[in-house]
């Protein structure tokens, strides 16, 4: 097992003038990427970072935030990418929950890391990853350390700790639980060096693949992108606009060779104001599509606008990364399907007694083999729950054909997919009941024509003056990650009720 961060050292040795990052104007050669990453390692080993100690990573997209991220991996620290979407309850509760040493932040995120600590700051180091000192100061009165002066200091000075096992903990990567707050899930070097290995196999990646990271890095998608960049020594492009009209243009103008993102990205794309469907990309060698189930109508739009792309349709969850791959030229043999698992992966589907499911019978998807998780950051119930049986219960329900390929039919544990997301629809509701006169709330999920799914709140009100649809937006917007601000809202004089008085979410349409 080779260590991601040391997969950056090779290919600095081998290609140091390469660019390894684009993001707008910013351009990182492997030489540089290298260079700084190993001066913020001894940074933070200087300053009493150790081996398992957690540092977070709280930004928009930008090339400084890949420098962070591989000198905490080279510290013996594990990252943790904090979703720039998180607004300050969820920073909060992500801070606390894995005992943050130290923290890299950027001018961006600074309102909202501001307004979370407001009296005192309870991460020990703090650094700005942009380029100048902030204006503001943190709340003990000290001025944060920046990337550039740790870049200019700590540039060839000392050894870094080089004695990793392949079960240390590189990174904790937060996502939502079928209640409360965000979980944290333990990802190991073993999984990214695993993971990076075998779908750069099954892609065919090569030094002169140009991959687009659409999501932030907080994603394991995103992080695939990065670390199979770095593997096979070829560009990772920060694409820090999600504009269709932007997108394209980064698409021709970086010469992108591979796409890996969810569907609701290709809708935005397909967009009619879009000039997506009326341009050529001739760099364009794969496209991979993960996180929700595509609408067929999506994807046969798509293939008539790019004829000569290679579409590679997978599965996986956080808890492990990537489950399986459909290969291009099953596409219409297997419409629909998720694909066979990724070499070293098993995939069966059992019932809840946990029995076996013959081929055709829905049950839940359990992922045994490769690129397991060891557990969630701080559950051990739920760890115990979930990892069973040397394997991940994923809660996802699915089907194997005769041929063992797979097949998702939705989810078992209440979350809502939307926008590549999963949604705890209790969060939202924790959330609707601040609001005054609102006496019951249920979010539920609705599908347009098109395929995407948002999310609906269905409320009961008391009081003589009940809350406006604006005024209900306006509050989740202020507390809430965009992706779980409901899109419409609906005010019913009551909701449909159990026989044991208890909402019924499957009677609210």
Known sequence: MIPVHDLLRRSAAERPSKEAVACGATRLSYS????????????LTAHGVARGDRVGIFTAKSAEETIALFGILKSGAAFVHINPFYREAHLRHVIADCGLKAIFIDDSRWRIFAAAYPERCPVEL???????????????????????????????????PTTLAPDDVAAIVYT???????????VTHQIFHDATVHSAAVLGNTSEDRLISVTPLSFDGALSQLF??????????????????????????????????????????????????????????????IGEATPKTVLVRLRAILPDCHFYMMYGT?????????????????????????????????????TRCPPGEVGMIVHQGSFVSPGYWNHAALTAATFRDDGLYTGDLGRVDQ????????????????????????????????????????????????????????????GESPPSTHDVRR?????????????????????PKTTSNKISRTAVH
């Not at 100061?137 to 000075?157: K, M, V, Y």
């Not at 917007?477 to 965009?482: A, E, G, I, S, T």
């Open 228 to 289: 199979t960049a770095i593997l096979v020594g070829g560009t990772l492009v920060q694409q820090q606009s999600v504009l269709h009209g932007d997108v394209v243009k980064a698409l021709q103008g970086e010469r992108v060779t591979g796409v890996h993102a969810m569907p609701s990205f290709w809708r935005t794309l397909l967009h009619p104001r879009s000039p997506f469907s009326t341009q050529s990309f001739p760099s364009l060698r794969y496209v991979s599509i």
């Open 176 to 186: 939502s639980g079928s209640t409360g707050m965000p979980k944290g899930i333990v």
């Open 403 to 462: 041929d063992g390929y797979l097949y998702v039919v939705g989810r078992d544990d209440g979350l809502i997919k939307t926008m590549g997301f999963r949604v705890s629809p209790e969060e939202v509701e924790n959330c609707l009941f601040e609001i005054e006169g609102i006496s019951e709330a249920v979010v539920v999920a609705v599908t347009d024509p098109d395929g995407a799914t948002t999310l609906k709140a269905v409320l009961v009100c008391d």
């Open 32 to 43: 540089a990427l290298n260079d700084g990453s190993e001066a913020v390692a001894r940074f």
């Open 475 to 495: 509050h989740c917007r202020d507390r809430l990650p965009h992706y779980m601000v409901p899109t419409s809202v609906e005010f019913r004089a009551a909701l």
């Open 318 to 354: 956080t808890e492990a990364f990537r489950s399986t791959y459909l290969p291009p030229q099953d596409l219409d043999r297997k419409e629909g399907s998720a694909g066979i698992p990724f070499p070293g992966v098993k995939i069966s589907i059992v019932r809840e007694d946990g």
């Open 126 to 160: 703090v650094v700005s990853l942009s380029a100048a000192t902030p204006s503001r100061s943190l709340p003990n009165g000290h001025t944060p350390e920046t990337l550039e002066d740790i870049c200019r200091t700590f540039a060839h000075d000392g050894e870094l």
